[in-house]
């Protein structure tokens, strides 16, 4: 059975940061292109960055220069650093895995920057 298992979200003031880990488990995780994912309330859910089975890297403009995405393999992680949150960055932050056919989310965790 495949699982991705997000931790790491929670309340922090603005100009501060988290780290959020995704463990997969079932998959080898590092095959796949795995994806960060936010939703806002009341929005729609969105791409925030992703990284490719060939350590490729993408971000929204919204994060570029703030937000860093990374894996360890050997512990089939990938993980988002974020830094200099602002309050915008609220959301449900969900971790994605696809390749080919197959795609994997987690269940999210939350992300709320407020002072």
């Known amino acids: 059975q495949v699982q991705l298992v997000e931790s790491g979200g929670g309340l922090v003031q603005p100009g501060g940061s988290l780290r959020l880990s995704c463990v997969a488990s079932?998959?080898?995780?590092?095959?796949?292109?795995r994806t960060w994912y936010r939703q806002a309330p009341g929005k729609q859910r969105e791409l925030v960055a992703s990284?490719?089975?060939?350590?490729?890297?993408n971000y929204i403009d919204a994060v570029k220069g703030r937000f860093t995405i990374s894996r360890d393999n050997a512990k089939n992680t990938v993980y988002l650093q974020m830094n200099s949150l602002k309050p915008e960055d609220t959301g449900v932050y969900y971790c994605?895995?696809?390749?080919?056919?197959?795609?994997?989310w987690g269940k999210g965790t939350l992300v709320t920057v407020s002072s």
């Open positions: 994605n895995g696809r390749l080919s056919h197959r795609e994997y």
């Open positions: 079932g998959i080898i995780f590092s095959a796949y292109t």
């Open positions: 990284i490719t089975s060939g350590d490729s890297r």
